[in-house]
């Protein structure tokens, strides 16, 4: 019964990391591997769930059994997965989104300037996607659980469950799975270590292991949050 926890539920997982273009050839991007996000949509998918996987730049292989779309910068994810979110019981947006972007994309390759000077990159901020999302359950009176990802590292002052804490509050998600990044900590690796928060019931609870056994944890997280999963 417990593998069944998702049963039916739709459950879009967005992962990877955003590219953002400079020209033609070249972007700015991140170091997120996609793997997080990907075994967490094949874990709902074992779960039952009826899974929209929304893949940016991923170094993993894409799952079977399961609707996938392709995109590449933050605001072509942004796009896709609001559109996406007005069909989902439940919203995992585990991918990495760029905060900032070019301002100006070249429509040709840029070339090497003959005078000596140096080029400047100007970035303005990207869109959060997540408090998007929020808003527009809050706008459709959507019934939809919906989680949010944090990487942290602590300062002297400030605990990275204080950070989490606060992220949760900030973003309005209401799951909030917090992640401890140091150097060589999380990305691209096979195992991790995650605290996942919860704001409508206050458990704080963890785990370690593979990005797998992880996000099997967060799926059952996820089903046992009030009014989601089918098990009892
Ligand atoms: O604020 P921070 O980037 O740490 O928040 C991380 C969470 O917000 C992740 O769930 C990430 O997918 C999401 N996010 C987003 N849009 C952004 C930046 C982050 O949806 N522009």
Known sequence: REARALAGRRVLVTAGGTREALDPVRFLGNRSSGKQGIALARA????????????????????????????????????????????SDVVIMAAAVADYRPDTVGEHKMKKSEDGTDPVIRLIRNPDILRGIVAQREERGLDQLIVGFAAETGDPEHSVLDFGRAKLRRKGCDLLVLNEVGTDKVFGRDDTEVVV?????????????????????????IAGEPGVGTGG
Do not use: C, N, W, Y
Request: hydrophobic share 45%.
């Open 197 to 221: 928060l919860s704001a409508r019931t206050g458990d704080e609870s963890g785990a370690r292991g593979s990005k797998d056994e992880v996000a099997r944890f967060v799926v059952a997280r």
């Open 44 to 87: 709902a998918r074992d779960a039952g769930a009826q899974v929209h996987l929304i893949a940016a730049h991923v170094e993993a292989e894409l799952p079977q059994g399961m609707r996938i779309t392709r995109v590449s910068s933050a605001r072509e994810l942004q796009e896709a997965s609001l559109a996406a979110a007005g069909e």
